[in-house]
Nanobody, 121 residues
Framework: QLQASGGGLVQAGDSLRLSCVAS????????AGWFRQAPGKERTFVAA????????YYSDSMKGRFAISRDHAKNTVYLAMSNLKPDDTAIYYC????????????????WGQGTQVTVSS
């Protein structure tokens, strides 16, 4: 199971850190990722991190403002977001995959419930 948290209402320029705690069996997990879905739009890839290492991969549009990381001891994946913009408003989902650093949502087998991020101008 994946439990995402940390969303909220912030102003443009603010920072926010999302958390995703994984519980249960994770032995077949190779990658943890974050996706987001804005109102009326398709779900898009944000970033991914290797489950057992430190390799990361970002969507080009997120690079520089977003940072994904993982705390192995806590089985938690974080998404630190800075200089937030109104266009970042979306539901953010964490997910895990048995594949190595995929970008497509269809390659992720387990999904959290999502956490809402709203950025006001």
């Amino acid at each position: 199971q994946l439990q995402a948290s940390g969303g909220g209402l912030v102003q443009a320029g603010d920072s926010l850190r999302l958390s995703c705690v994984a519980s249960g069996r994770t032995s077949n997990t190779y990658t943890a990722g974050w996706f987001r879905q804005a109102p009326g739009k398709e779900r898009t890839f944000v970033a991914a991190v290797a489950w057992s290492g430190t390799n990361t991969y970002y969507s080009d549009s997120m690079k520089g403002r977003f940072a994904i990381s993982r705390d192995h001891a806590k089985n938690t994946v974080y998404l630190a977001m800075s200089n937030l913009k109104p266009d970042d408003t979306a539901i953010y989902y964490c997910a895990t995959s048995s594949q190595l650093m995929p970008r497509a949502g269809s390659s992720y087998e387990y999904w959290g419930q999502g956490t809402q991020v709203t950025v006001s101008s």
